[in-house]
């Protein structure tokens, strides 16, 4: 009995070792599976610390040679810089005047500014002072500057790169000095601005600063430091350096000691006790939770460090998904004045605002078809100025779910305030300084919008100006030019306007003209004014003047009809003789009586309430459901009944009533479509000529402000032509309409040779093919493939397809076939008037 309870009792004891060894040994494998791991996390985090320092550090780099190049740029394209530095050596005026002088070194921090050229330095600054060094004595790369400024010129920007200064590192930005518009007649820039700027502690401590890194420094050793990251500056022999932290090894430090004291405490238990095992496996279990728990940290933190690679800008947010702040970036607190904390946990429409969409509603669109990447927001700092900002976010989500958003902010105070300046220099002429054909226009039409119909418009044109500009050049003949527009200046009221046409015409238009006695006596002083000699280069210049002369009240007409007759009676006066002037009369130019006519009607329908607008639905593919409504003016003439838009946009563009039009049409779609019992989208067309002579992006925004439209609820139908005009500045502005919350459509996709590249470059929504092609489908095969091939690369680029002209059911059978997902067409309806489509409206 006593034998079998022994071997009862060593069975169940080889057992219990059996059990202990075998549960020891899965400990230990489960054991070395988290050393490995952690080994793995210490390794991670050590590679995207490392990796994140240097994309801040590439960022900050690019940064500060941006800023050098566009810093430099506002000194080389610059008219007086190329008069005096670019074809003379004005010292005078570039040092002692501090044009570009010591200023630069006392207050940029710019050691040296330099002008050069292949054989000489003809001018430099050192340290503030005036210097006849020239820039070879002070770095040997002298002609790697001059090579990369004259290709930076070929784009019109400027360059930049690091050298060996004064046995120092140092950055430099160069340009070739030009004019900010190169006339034909200029000989072709040679001379370089170059900028240096030392790269002192000074200057790279406020960059690392500004990352969150401890410091930057520059070294011409190889680089071999631990604990430290590098990059190299170009050709300069330099390095760029800075510290690295190691937050892998720091983890490893901390979690290794104890996790090595508990794998001794739990081989020791194994060896007694079963229950200390099972302890030591529970706390092993709370090890690995602990280990979760920081790989979810470090998936968290890579999402943030992916967030800023993908969109670096001045400062980041994070809201949870009611919008309150749960994260704030350091630059926060630099760029606003207020404190992180004073912030998180209140809603971020409480910081930021945006007139012409709700913040919410643009959030909640994020991802999809209809939704923006960016979107124009403003806030007021702590001192109370209103700052404007471009908001980007993208939503945070935790198995499909909402979790919140995360974006960035980047400051475009200063980019919008350089936006109104270009819009000031696109209406003044360059060399004069005096309003150009845009302003001149505009001058003329608010005088007529305001009643003011007493103008005279007189267009004036040198004689003998050619043989100045032919014998003894073009600054001779700039000068000229310059001191005839401060001549008729002296002579004009305030209520008047003085404005150059170009080459040697000028425009006056005197408000309250008064007698055609009072005109001609006018005409004499100008004639009597130019003719004074005027002193150039030790020279007297003579020079004579023959004008047009046109008063509104004798002949009335929109802007370009006064320029018109003023320029045929100009062209009377000079074949009569010159020195002279004419009246324009009826018998100069019978033609434009019938069209002078037809543009003041449209003028006064324009002012009486003429116009009407007519609606024409766009409906899903299934022909039933209206997805949009597209708005089509109409004139009802009170002789002739109501005119269709293809007789009267041509007149107005030509006369200048196109932005009074085309302005109130966005108005009143805008203010219909708000009161629609249905919330759908309205959809304007955009004449060419208004995107040229108005202020696009505000005359959106007003609309939508004064009519309370929500922004994602207007479309904007935009044809090939307004970026065949100026590519650079459409795209500008079509950016800045994304950025109210609007739709882009592409109008009569198809018929432009370039429309592909098109939809590569500019922000559309969607597209709209031509009628043409949609009424030939059933017809011919090669149309059908065009449309369809048009309906794939939609899909493909995540665009609203729309077929336009559809008359047929064999039309919207095809369609449908191939997908395509709205159409429009008199099968489906004719335009009608807003009550017929609010009744279709409600009875769905």
């Known amino acids: 009995m006593q034998a079998g309870t022994t071997s009862t009792s060593a069975s169940r004891s080889r057992l219990t070792r059996q059990l202990i060894l075998g549960f020891s040994g899965a400990i230990l494998l489960i054991l070395a599976v988290g050393l490995a791991s952690l080994y793995r996390i210490v390794v991670a985090l050590d590679e995207r610390e490392q990796l994140r320092s240097a994309f801040l550090a590439g960022s900050v780099r690019q940064s500060l040679e941006k800023s050098e190049k566009t810093y430099l740029l506002s000194h080389a394209f610059w008219q007086a810089a190329y008069d005096e530095l670019g074809i003379g050596n004005n010292r005078q005026w570039a040092y002692a005047e501090d044009n570009i002088g010591p200023t630069l070194y006392s207050s940029d921090g710019y050691a040296g500014v330099f002008v050069i050229d292949e054989n000489t330095t003809s001018y430099a600054v050192v340290d503030g002072q005036l210097s006849d060094q020239p820039l070879e004595a002070l770095t040997p790369a002298k002609q790697r500057i001059l090579a990369q400024a004259r290709v930076a010129l070929l784009d019109d920007q400027a360059t930049s790169g690091y050298i060996r200064f004064r046995d120092g590192p140092a950055l430099f930005s160069a340009a070739v000095i030009r004019p900010p518009q190169l006339p034909h007649h200029v000989p072709g820039p040679q001379r370089v601005l170059v900028f240096v700027r030392p790269l002192t502690p000074v200057v790279l401590q406020p960059l690392a600063d500004s990352v969150g890194l401890a410091s930057f420094s520059v070294t011409a050793r190889g680089y071999d430091a631990p604990g430290e990251d590098h990059m190299r500056l170009d050709n300069s022999g330099y390095w760029l350096v800075w510290p690295v932290q190691r937050p892998g090894s720091e983890l490893a430090l901390t979690v290794m000691p104890p996790l090595a ?3 001794l405490v739990i081989l020791l238990a194994m060896l007694a006790f079963a229950r200390q095992a099972l302890s030591v496996s529970a706390r092993n279990d709370r090890n690995y939770q602990e280990l979760a728990a920081s790989r979810e940290a470090l998936k968290v933190s890579e999402e943030r460090f992916k967030a800023v690679a993908e969109a670096a800008s001045d400062w980041i947010w994070e809201t949870d998904a009611q919008l309150r702040l749960t ?98 220099l696109s209406q003044h002429d360059a060399l004069t300084g005096l309003p150009n054909r845009n302003k001149l226009f505009a001058f003329i039409e608010q005088a007529l919008l305001e009643g003011k119909a007493d103008l005279a418009v007189l267009i004036l044109d040198l004689d003998n100006f050619k043989p100045i500009n032919d014998h003894l050049g073009h600054p001779a003949g700039d000068a000229v030019l310059i001191e005839v527009g401060r001549r008729l200046g002296t002579i004009t009221r305030d209520s008047d306007l003085v404005a150059r046409l170009g080459g040697d015409e000028f425009v006056l238009v005197v408000a309250r003209p008064g007698t055609r006695e009072e005109m001609d ?87 009486h309430g003429q116009l009407v607008l007519h609606f024409q639905p766009r409906f899903l593919i299934d022909g039933v459901t209206v997805a949009s409504v597209e708005a089509l003016v109409r004139w009802q003439h009170p002789q002739r009944g109501l005119i269709g838009p293809d007789e009267f946009i041509p007149l107005a563009e030509e006369s200048g009533l196109i932005v009074q039009l085309g302005n109130w049409v966005l108005r009143e779609a805008c203010s219909t479509a708000k009161a629609w019992p249905q919330p759908v989208l309205v959809s304007v067309n955009m004449s060419p000529a208004q995107f040229t002579r108005s202020n696009v992006v505000r005359d959106v925004r007003e609309a939508l402000l004064h009519s309370g439209l929500p922004a994602h609820r207007l479309e904007l139908e935009i044809t090939e032509n307004v970026m065949l005009n100026d590519i650079e500045n459409a795209l500008a502005t079509m950016t800045a309409l994304k950025e109210l919350g609007v739709r882009l459509n592409m109008d009569d996709f198809g018929t432009g040779y370039s429309s592909l590249g098109y939809l590569r470059t500019y922000p559309f929504d969607s597209i709209k093919i031509d009628k043409r092609f949609v009424q030939a489908l059933g017809k011919s095969d090669s149309d059908r493939s065009v449309v369809q091939a048009i309906i794939n690369l939609g899909n493909a680029m995540g665009m609203t397809v729309t077929a336009e002209g559809v008359e047929t059911e064999r039309q919207l059978d095809l369609l449908s076939a191939d997908q395509c997902h709205e159409v429009q067409g008199y099968l489906l309806s004719r335009p009608v008037e807003n009550r017929v489509l609010v009744g279709m409206m409600k009875n769905g």
């Open 261 to 263: 004291l508990a794998t």
């Open 327 to 424: 994260y704030l970036s350091g630059r926060f607190a630099e760029l606003t004045g207020y404190p992180v904390q004073e912030w998180l946990g209140r809603p971020l429409t409480d910081l930021m605002s945006c007139d012409t969409a709700h913040l919410q509603h643009w959030l909640a669109q994020l991802g999809s078809v209809n939704g923006s990447d960016s979107l124009r927001c403003q806030y007021r700092d702590h001192l109370g100025q209103q700052r404007i900002c471009r908001l980007t976010a993208r939503p945070v989500l935790h198995h499909e779910q909402l979790q919140g958003f995360r974006g960035t902010s980047f400051d475009i105070t200063d980019e919008v305030a350089a936006h109104a300046r270009i819009q000031h």
């Open 521 to 607: 006596a006018l005409c004499q002083r100008v004639i009597v004014t130019l003719r004074r000699p005027i002193e150039h280069d030790g020279q007297q210049l003579h020079i004579d003047a023959s004008l047009g002369v046109v008063l509104s009240r004798e002949h009335g007409g929109q802007p370009a009809d006064l320029i018109k007759y003023a320029d045929i009676a100009l062209y009377n006066a000079k074949a009569a003789g010159k020195g002279n002037w004419l009246h324009f009369s009826a018998q100069m130019n019978d033609a434009v009586q019938g069209k002078r006519t037809l543009e003041r009607e449209l003028a006064l329908g324009i002012e």
